[in-house]
């Protein structure tokens, strides 16, 4: 009768999980982003050390951004 409404949704979990996995990697990317900017600016740097937290820094804050999107809404992916 009601079997489709009480059957639980792994399609939603799993994105879910895929979500709390983008902030755990985004958030380990910006917290080892945060010393690494005090040792370049305190020695002398070139630009591709500039680059690399520019590279970090965005990346980390995308994923973050992603996976609190996909904890948030999980139907935004479609299957």
């Given at each position: 009768m009601n079997?489709?409404?009480n059957q639980f949704d792994w399609a939603r979990l799993?994105?879910?999980l895929f979500g709390a996995v983008c902030?755990?990697?985004g958030?380990?990317?910006?917290s080892n982003l945060l010393p690494a900017i005090?040792?370049?600016l305190g020695n002398s740097s070139t630009?591709?050390?500039?680059?690399?937290?520019?590279?970090?820094?965005?990346c980390g804050l995308?994923?973050?951004?992603?996976?609190?999107?996909m904890l948030y809404n999980p139907d935004l992916l479609k299957e």
């Open positions: 079997a489709e409404k799993i994105k879910r902030v755990a990697i958030l380990a990317l910006l005090g040792d370049i630009a591709r050390d500039y680059r690399a937290i520019w590279a970090f820094g965005l995308l994923l973050l951004a992603f996976g609190g999107v």
